[in-house]
């Protein structure tokens, strides 16, 4: 183990990467300030990342005014987004590999998709969406595993101007169905079997049981990835294979406006309900190449590998839009961290030369685990840069990863950002400040960060301040709206505190001015990096006919970051007992999927409520982390002995 306590507090980037680095520590002061007191100019300059079709002449039409919400970026340019990924390399990197396809089984073959390959599958999956029916402004929801053909979907769709909604390979057909439902898709794409560590899901077949509760005229394009067998309704499934093979690979990219939406990304918030996040094409595409490149320090020729799915917003804006915008190799990985062994990860640097490698502390905290040996059997000297995205590294994680993974010559970019932001929003930056194990350290370009008191929504200035995080000004890559639902975007984002944008998180700026998450502020947990609502969970508990109540928190766990810990109240004359236990948890996984199996179930004879009926989750929160010196106020609850039974329960359970 690194000797974590006489680690020195801040780490300075090396020499040589200071020498050259896209961003040294005096060009971000003075481009960050550009960036904000002169936002417009900044953004104008930024816009030329993208080739347009119609050039933009307006920069930024905002507003956060509570009931005139609007976000505006190049708003009268015109582009494509796939011509931007693929197309504009084709005369200058026409056979460099795009995407290079790491299987899930070591023993399989890698492919290698050079962008002249990518370009014709994309053109021809944008043809068989279109011999689909998919036109323009259509939904197609995307239920992949992590295979080039989902790359092939984003881009086809944003090639015909449709909009994809990608929903994570690990969610159940009931989320699915929602998913689909939501926001209406004419096509679901999916595969008959996605192998994972060893694994394989079924799934087609859950495609098949999502369908049964959505319209009937709603087709599925099944990719056969293994082989394996599915059920098939003729007229309603189509083989994407077959499809390809006889597709013809001239597509027209579709002229769009800069704020067509390209994609539509479901997320977890504090109501029960997901939220169908709105990206749009031109601001998002030029934040997420700019952030690509700058943050990770991308230089032509790199290797890219970012670990997470494209089922979350990461996958999305580097994994794909991100690196082939800026026409770089990015890796899709399609296995687990520990599969065969917890030495996949490093294999796969060492195999395919990786240059940046991006992923989760809930994988670096598994694969400390299991010791450094797995680690140092592989050659990483091609690392220059890591990341990490999603939740809070603790130090002893990012000294780790420091020490036995960069071997301490490279930069960790700890960086914060949400679905909602389409890209990085703080992060340092690797050749140019400092690091220190735990903070997002410093904003980005454009960013401007305010921390406020959380009750008054007073602006707490100056240094060694703590309270909640909100976002003064916009930026290219903020979401639009939810789909179909501009209120609840308004209401969520823009009403708790007035002419800001309230990113959920609480937040503490350092006697050096240096920015550290503290965590969600609202009911929103964070599992091994997911984003999840306490509200989902619970409506999933309720819904079993034996449980009467259910409230769910998160308590510290070691690996995960947050586990998922359920008070349930059972219906009268049901009793509690290890089947119920199983058969809960198995229950919650079926309707929501694995990642929201819970990790913990108190039965609770009674919940701690207000006398007004509001579950005080502050206090549930504060048993699930067996802190019961500091409940706070119980004297507004209307049955305190609630608590004193609770307590005494949990402390039976150790
Ligand atoms: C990209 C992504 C967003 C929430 C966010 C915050 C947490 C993400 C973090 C981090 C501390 C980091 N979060 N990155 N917390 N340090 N570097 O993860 O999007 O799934 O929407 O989650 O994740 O709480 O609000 P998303």
């Known amino acids: 183990m690194p000797d974590t306590k006489n680690a020195p507090k801040a780490y300075p980037p090396s020499a040589d990467m200071v020498a050259n680095a896209h961003v040294t520590l005096s060009q971000y002061g003075s481009l960050y300030s550009e960036s904000v007191s002169d936002s417009e100019g900044f953004w ?44 504009r390399h084709l005369a200058t990197r026409g056979d460099q590999t795009a995407i290079i396809w790491e299987p899930d089984d070591p023993k399989d073959a890698a492919k290698h998709i050079t962008y002249k390959q990518l370009h014709a599958s994309v053109c021809k999956m944008a043809n068989v969406l279109e011999s689909l029916g998919v036109r323009r402004g259509d939904r197609v929801v995307i239920y992949l595993p992590m295979i080039p053909e989902a790359a092939y979907a984003m881009l086809a769709c944003a090639r015909i101007g449709a909009i994809h909604s990608i929903v994570f390979a690990g969610f159940s057909p009931d989320a699915l169905s929602a998913r689909i439902n939501g926001c209406d898709a004419k096509l679901v794409i999916t595969a008959d079997h996605a192998p994972r560590g060893g694994r394989a899901t079924a799934l087609k077949s859950n495609t098949d049981a999502a369908l049964l509760h959505c319209k009937d005229t709603v087709k599925c394009l099944v990719v056969k990835r293994t082989g394996g067998q599915t059920t098939w309704i003729d007229g309603r499934d189509y083989d994407c294979g077959e499809m390809m093979l006889e597709a013809s690979d001239i597509s027209h990219p579709a002229e769009m406006n800069a704020e067509d939406p390209l994609f539509i990304l479901y997320t977890s918030g504090s109501t029960g309900q997901p939220k169908g996040v709105v990206h749009t094409s031109g601001g998002y595409l030029t934040y997420a190449a700019m952030t690509h490149e700058i943050v990770f320090d991308y ?7 970012c670990t997470a799915d494209v089922g979350w917003v990461t996958g999305h804006s580097y994994i794909v839009y991100g690196p082939l915008a800026n026409g770089a190799t990015t890796i899709m990985f399609e296995g687990v961290p520990t599969y065969p062994d917890a030495s996949r990860f490093w294999q796969v640097c060492e195999k395919h030369k990786v240059n940046q490698f991006y992923t989760a502390p809930t994988a670096i905290r598994a694969l400390m685990g299991q010791g450094k040996s797995f680690v140092e059997g592989c050659d990483l000297s091609d690392l220059k840069v890591l990341g990490t995205v ?24 700890d960086t914060w950002w949400q679905t909602e932001t389409g890209g990085h929003l703080m992060t340092p930056l690797p050749g140019a400040h400092e690091m220190k194990p735990g903070s997002a350290m410093k904003p980005f370009f454009g960013i401007k960060p305010m921390v406020l008191e959380p009750a008054s929504g007073e602006v707490l200035e100056g240094n060694d301040v703590e309270g909640v995080l909100v976002i003064a000004d916009s930026w290219p890559g903020q979401m639009r709206t939810i789909w179909g639902d501009h209120e609840r975007f308004e209401k969520t984002y823009f009403s708790d505190y007035k002419g800001y944008y309230f990113t959920g998180d609480g937040c503490k700026r350092d006697a050096d001015g240096d920015y550290w998450i503290t965590g969600r502020v609202d009911d929103v947990i964070n599992v091994s990096g997911h984003r999840m609502g306490t509200a989902e969970v619970e409506s999933a508990l309720v819904a079993h006919a034996k449980v009467a109540e259910a409230a769910v928190v998160g308590y510290p766990h070691a690996i995960k970051g947050q586990g998922i810990y359920c008070y ?87």
Request: charged content about 25%.
């Open 568 to 654: 349930v109240t059972l219906m009268n004359g049901e009793e509690p007992s290890d089947e119920l236990y199983q058969e809960l948890r198995k229950w919650v996984r079926t309707e929501i999927g694995p990642i929201a199996s819970p990790d913990l179930i108190q039965w609770a004879p009674g919940l701690p409520k207000t006398r007004s009926g509001k579950i005080m989750r502050r206090i549930l929160r504060k048993i699930a982390e067996d802190d019961f010196a500091t409940l706070g106020d119980t004297s507004t609850l209307a049955d305190p002995t609630v608590v004193t039974d609770l307590i005494t329960n949990r402390m039976n359970k150790q």
């Open 44 to 87: 104008r300059r930024e816009g030329g990342r993208v080739d347009w079709i119609k050039p933009f002449t307006k920069v930024k039409d905002v507003n956060f005014d509570l009931g005139h919400v609007s976000i505006n970026w190049y708003a009268d340019g015109t582009l494509n987004v796939a011509a931007n990924c693929v197309d």
């Open 299 to 305: 230089h032509d020729g790199d290797v890219f590998w």
């Open 390 to 413: 999603g939740e809070p590294i603790n130090p002893e994680a990012w000294n780790w990863y420091n020490d036995v993974v960069g071997k301490g010559k490279c930069p960790i970019v």
